[in-house]
């Protein structure tokens, strides 16, 4: 297989030294946490974020106030939004059931689908206030049925404030509890309870290189949707789009922050000589070119191969976040490639309708976790239990006879007499 690449990004052992970095600052502050509780996280959002209020969380009266604050029209283009969203979960949700069979005479195996009771969401602040996250995760664990919502985002920079928006889109979401706080501090407060709010089973939601190093960290305190940040894009395409539209698409996430890669997979040799030029021309009146450009500078890729099936490879390969399909043939994608976030097929749609309104959850998997899990979704919050009944003695005879023998085999015999127990009570005199 012939892959060029026309542009490469940062080399691995770079990128592997800036997580190791990432490591360590991280590993320190949920120590921090677990060791000094509430002083610990008010040092840190006081450090991080200029914000230590008496109530990290907000009273009703203050989220009313805060949301009274979002024009009509942006509080009606949320709840069209979660309109959307909330649909999709439900058409998701129902596609799980609980099931009960008798798979030999007195034997019955089931499972029930049950949801987590508590949760925490973390909903991205900062530069880029990430109101379509408390969509992807908030109402998405009301649908699932999670008894307990916590919810996280860190203060307005701009104005020292709640963002009201987020706020807004926070509580319409169904969140029975808000916190302003940001960052690494706020999913150590979930994971280990502390300035007022519960302990969680599982936190949720994206965010930045940290934020995604403290989710797998805490990972085993409490459980973790995915590991999902920083936002990665694959563009995949050939002669039948145009650099404008690619490039368009390309920087649309690179803006994420300064290391977000972007790359395009090609078959057309002229399409991936054209993209520097279109970039330099976009990045010229791009006002976030600021964080657009770094990535695409240090994390960006031209991949240029000859065949679909070579997209295919490579791209299974790279495992990325977002895969748009600029094709001739879109299906032939969907059909063919298996590790991915989430497909965008063709040229009528893009990662933007994912990540705020089309319906699909955007929190989706990065660093090639794509190869084993899919996204964010109402699934996500709902545990799958088994259970198991003997209605019968001559069920539990029958079983317990072939159990004691695979016992025996493995040398537990303990487990054995638990088996024979039952046979010898249970036989027929």
């Known amino acids: 297989m012939a892959i060029e690449y026309i542009k490469k990004g940062m ?74 969203v909330r649909r999709f979960a439900q058409i998701q949700k129902s596609a799980l059931r609980d099931v009960e069979i008798e798979t030999i005479p007195g034997v019955i195996l089931g499972h029930k689908n049950i949801p987590i009771n508590s949760v925490g969401c973390y909903v991205p602040g900062g530069r880029y206030p990430m109101v379509a996250s408390a969509h992807m995760s908030v109402l998405t664990a009301k649908v699932a049925g999670v008894k307990k919502i916590i919810a996280c985002t860190p203060p307005d920079p701009k104005t020292g404030l709640p963002p009201a928006e987020t706020v807004a889109a926070m509580h319409l979401g169904g969140a029975d509890e808000i916190y302003i706080l940001g960052g690494v501090q706020a999913m150590a407060a979930m994971a280990y309870g502390a300035i007022g709010m519960p302990q969680v089973d599982m936190i949720v939601g994206p965010g930045n290189q940290y934020v995604a190093e403290a989710k797998r960290q805490l990972f085993g305190k409490v459980g973790i949707d995915l590991l999902a940040g920083p936002t990665e894009t694959l563009v995949i395409a050939d002669d039948t789009t145009d650099a404008e539209m690619v490039v368009t698409d390309l920087l649309g996430q690179a803006e994420h922050g300064p290391n977000s890669p972007a790359v395009l997979l090609t078959n057309s040799k002229k399409l991936a000589l054209s993209i520097e030029a279109e970039i330099t021309k976009q990045l010229a009146v791009l006002e976030t070119a600021d964080l657009a450009g770094v990535s695409w500078r240090d994390y960006g890729e031209i991949i240029l191969v000859d065949t679909y099936e070579e997209m295919v490879k490579v791209a299974d390969d790279i495992a990325s976040e977002h895969v748009q399909i600029n094709t001739k043939n879109p299906e032939y994608f969907l059909q063919n490639m298996t590790n991915y976030g989430a497909l965008f097929l063709g040229n009528r749609t893009n990662v933007a309708y994912g990540d705020k309104a089309i319906g699909t959850n955007h929190t989706l998997p990065t660093k090639k976790a794509a190869r084993f899990t899919g996204g964010l979704w109402v699934g996500k919050f709902i545990k799958t239990c088994t259970y198991q009944k003997v209605t019968t003695d001559e069920a539990s005879v029958l079983v317990g006879n072939y159990c004691s023998r695979l016992c025996e085999i493995e040398g537990f015999v303990g487990h054995k007499k638990q088996a024979d127990i039952r046979v010898e009570r249970y036989s027929i005199k």
Do not use: C, M, Y
């Open 11 to 84: 080399a691995a052992e770079n990128s592997a030294a800036n997580q190791e970095k990432t490591r360590e600052i991280v590993h320190d502050i949920l120590k921090k946490v677990a060791k000094n509780g509430d002083k610990a996280i008010r040092e840190l959002s006081e450090k991080f974020d200029k914000w230590n209020p008496k109530s990290f969380r907000l009273s009703d009266t203050q989220i009313q106030e805060t949301i009274s604050k979002v024009t009509s029209k942006t509080i009606e283009d949320i709840k069209w939004a979660q309109s959307q």
